[in-house]
């Protein structure tokens, strides 16, 4: 079975920090481009990052440049949002995606999405 899934999310007070993994199955991991997007209560999904085959990464948000990194060990079939200096803003149900085209900011390019993970970033 084809599938992705997410790590717990969680409560993070603001400044924290939060690793979510995305582990996969019922596929060759390591030919696809994983992203991450997410979802504010009341507002449109939005591309985060995604990590190429290649090991390549780039950010959609200029809001988590130089916060959220994203990493995979292809070894363990798992990609990884690493998510440094949380703001409220953050908050939001996080989700891990194959691209079957390679990365993009575009939802409709990815074909298998994880279930996703709250994360709440309060004090």
């Known amino acids: 079975q084809v599938q992705l899934v997410e790590s717990r999310g969680g409560l993070v007070q603001p400044g924290g920090s939060l690793r979510l993994s995305c582990a996969a199955s019922?596929?060759?991991?390591?030919?696809?481009?994983i992203g991450w997007f997410r979802q504010a209560p009341g507002k449109e999904r939005e591309g985060v990052l995604c990590?190429?085959?290649?090991?390549?990464?780039?950010a959609y948000l200029d809001s988590v440049k130089g916060r959220f990194t994203v990493s995979r060990d292809n070894a363990k079939n798992t990609v990884y949002l690493q998510m440094n200096s949380l703001k409220p803003e953050d908050t939001a149900v996080y989700y891990c995606?194959?691209?079957?085209?390679?990365?993009?900011?575009?939802?409709?390019?990815?074909?298998?999405w994880g279930q996703g993970t709250p994360v709440t970033v309060s004090s």
């Open positions: 019922g596929f060759t991991f390591a030919h696809y481009a």
């Open positions: 990590i190429a085959n290649s090991g390549g990464s780039g």
């Open positions: 995606a194959r691209a079957y085209g390679g990365c993009s900011n575009y939802g409709a390019r990815y074909d298998v």
